[in-house]
């Protein structure tokens, strides 16, 4: 086709709006993968909508306050007041897009099969404003298929065709609250099209944002991409946790010996066990592929065994505080136990199916008189009770301090030096030397 007619089709229009930085971006979902894509894309020159069904956050963005850890407000409020980023709940605004993210929840039903209610009800929403020359990227994590089977015909509903007069990706979002290496704008951004043209278009849009995209050949290949990573992730800490086990019973430091392992150059990489698998990840993700494998008739079972072991850690570390307070000559029942850290990870306020609330469930059923202190999380539901975060000096007055996360705004010397008892999940006192230390 000549320079002339490619100008003239869809692709070339809104390929030369997204050069031109012209292009209309729309992020719908404005929560931790949202904010900081809307933010990177106004940053680049766009200007941005972002759509979200939660009014508080709407107003929160408009009003340039960050409720998202990784995005400050200094650097939200400045765009919010050049007009490069809005937020509203009105999905009206799609008819003057050119592009959508799409970054709503994917959880999991209590049977472990994928919802994708949030995934449908947004594209429902994007249909109803559909027009021809727009570009959808759906970025939440979900099953290998979903792009095309689910995404894909919910537009083509509109007679529009894919690859021709609008294109459609899947990109798998890899953001790491709280890492302060890797963000939105310096981790590779793997993208996959319906069509080689999708590819193209999804290709040509991150890259005005994003410094590394990776094109791959299909939505499947991208959407399978993010559950290899996660599958990963999430069988080798179920490895390593069952290593824990094993160490624990053998009277190993495993802590130590992963630490020596770790001076392997070639062929080793450190996982690290702990109190459970939390976030809204890692221990979800694996799922959306076993229960879409088992439709193929192939079991997916590294993820189920994974799964089973890295479940049991919350026992196992009710367990070693009770055995600890035990050999303390302290029953469990009536005894005051503290918890340090209760949020999914260190230095972040995501408390989605963090493990401390699992391991102070299963203390609490055992009798034990809870506290907590989490400098990121001011309160949280355990078994119908709520509970404030205290001050962290309050430890002292613990019979049994737990370190669930090991958030570095804490002054270990000093926990150390004032409590009784402390076990520790995360090797969190690696290096302390002291018979009131009690490691996973
Ligand atoms: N948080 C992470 O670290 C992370 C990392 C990688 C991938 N992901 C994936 O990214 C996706 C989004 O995750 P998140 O952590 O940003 O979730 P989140 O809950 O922080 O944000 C989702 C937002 O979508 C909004 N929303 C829900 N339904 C909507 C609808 N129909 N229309 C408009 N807005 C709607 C919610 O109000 C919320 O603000 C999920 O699939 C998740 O698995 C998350």
Redesign the pocket.
Known sequence: MSEEREALTSAGILAEKIRTRGARVGV???????LPLAVEFAKAGFSVTG????QE?VRRVNAGDSYVGDVPSAVLAPLVESEKLRATTDFSAVAELDTINI????PLRKTKDPDMS?IV??CQ?IAGHFHAGMLIIL????YPGTTDELVLPMLAKSGLEVGRDFFLCFS??????GNPKFQTVNIPKVVGGSTPACTRMGQLFYSQALEHVVPVSSTQVAEMV?LLENTFRMINIGLVNEMALMCDRMGIDVWEVIDAAATKPFGFMPFYPGPGLG???IP??PFYLSWKTKQAGIEARFIELAGYINGQMPHFVADKVQNALNDAGKPVKGSRIHVMGVAYKRDID?MRESPALDVMLLLKQRGAVLSYSDPHVASIRVDGLNFESSPDESAAEADCVVIVTDHSAFDYQALVRNSRLVVDTRNALKGFDSNKIVRL
Do not use: N
């Open positions: 719908v979902g404005l929560g931790y993968v949202g759509i979200d069904l939660s956050k970054c709503v929840p994917t949030y009800s947004a929403e970025e939440s994590t979900t798998p979002e890899r953001v790491d609250p993010k976030g809204h990840c979800i993700d995501d």
